[in-house]
């Protein structure tokens, strides 16, 4: 009976944001812009750490394995949303949406899981400098990073089979401008409470588990930099994870928000608002933030785009 009426709903409706139709083209023109700029920033600082043999170290390809998630997890929401403007019924398959929720999730897993990643090496090198190039070889930070990425794409397999085999029988207009989990309990045609407190308790676990093991890093490393007898040398410590600690505040500050609260006390529309900032506005930042507080990623950027142009190198 329950898969009979699962298959009642073959497609939802992404309600977005409606409006008048010359604010939906401005928001279309405003939120292609974003895109643009997001896959821009977080492709140059992915190439340019590929190809300069100098940013072969951890904290950069880290850095570069982040930019590249950045890339596919705004793409798995923005160009929905931009199609959405443009046409009157946005609709969208019932296996795509589940799939567009499954790859959400999983890159914003990805996200968190290569934030510790990071944490862990800024840790190593401040903390236990004499033996960070012994303990992070090549073969390490290559297996962490790749960790990274399948336990992200293995981590909610489970909680989104869970709420895909609900039955979906009735409403199938969902306020958001993509597939996010609460919407889709809420227009379960049955009582998700169960699903809802299973998905909830572990997101809430994940989230904070994660959370803690970064700032138990950074609780270490401020300790070891209080420690630096010298102003200086405190500051050029402080300066080498200072652009990682604003990431890691700003994404989980909103995901946060967004997924360790009761789903009922929230409206949608806000829901949105806060969709826009951490789906589309963190990953336009992240490259800003990078690359405009890290010499060796800005001087690497300059030499890369001036061997293209095909000027002679200095010499100085």
Same mark, same amino acid.
């Given at each position: 009976m329950g898969m009979e009426n699962q298959t009642r709903v073959t497609e939802f409706i992404l309600m977005g944001f409606p409006g008048h139709p010359l604010t939906r083209v401005l928001l279309f023109l405003l939120f292609l812009v974003f895109y643009i700029l997001t896959l821009t920033g977080n492709f140059i600082i992915t190439a340019v750490i590929l190809c300069d043999r100098h940013l072969h170290k951890p904290m950069y390809v880290?850095?570069?394995? @982040? ?17 959405? @403007? ?8 019932? $296996? ?167 789903? $009922? ?52």
């Amino acid at each position: 009976m329950g898969m009979e009426n699962q298959t009642r709903v073959t497609e939802f409706i992404l309600m977005g944001f409606p409006g008048h139709p010359l604010t939906r083209v401005l928001l279309f023109l405003l939120f292609l812009v974003f895109y643009i700029l997001t896959l821009t920033g977080n492709f140059i600082i992915t190439a340019v750490i590929l190809c300069d043999r100098h940013l072969h170290k951890p904290m950069y390809v880290f850095i570069g394995n @982040f930019s590249f998630v950045e890339i596919w997890y705004t793409t798995t929401t923005v160009p929905k949303l931009l199609s959405g @403007f443009l046409i009157e019924r946005d609709t969208i398959s019932f $296996a795509g949406c589940f799939l567009q929720l499954y790859f959400f999730f999983s890159l914003g897993a990805t996200e968190c899981l290569i934030l510790t990643t990071m944490g862990y090496d800024r840790y190593l090198a401040i903390c236990n400098p004499l033996r960070y190039s012994t303990i992070m070889n090549s073969k390490v930070y290559t297996n962490l990073a790749l960790s990274c990425w399948i336990t992200g794409f293995m981590i909610y397999v489970i909680p989104i089979v869970l709420i895909a085999n609900l039955p979906f029988c009735g409403p199938n207009e969902i306020n958001h401008f993509f597939c996010d989990a609460s919407p889709l309990l809420e227009l379960s045609c049955s009582q998700s409470h169960t699903i809802e407190i299973i998905c909830y308790t572990y997101t809430s676990i994940l989230i904070f588990s994660i959370f803690f093991l970064i700032m138990v890093s950074y609780m270490n490393i401020l300790l070891a930099i209080l420690r630096i007898p010298s102003t200086t040398g405190r500051q050029k410590a402080f300066s080498t994870c200072a652009s990682h600690l604003i990431v890691v505040l700003i994404f989980f500050a909103s995901i946060i928000f967004m997924y360790v609260r009761p789903t $009922a006390k929230y409206p949608f529309d806000l829901d949105k608002v806060i969709g826009v900032f951490y789906a589309i506005l963190v990953p336009l930042i992240n490259p800003v933030i990078y690359s405009l507080r890290n010499k060796e990623v800005i001087r690497a950027l300059k030499k890369t785009m001036w061997s293209r142009i095909g000027f002679p190198k200095m010499s100085h």
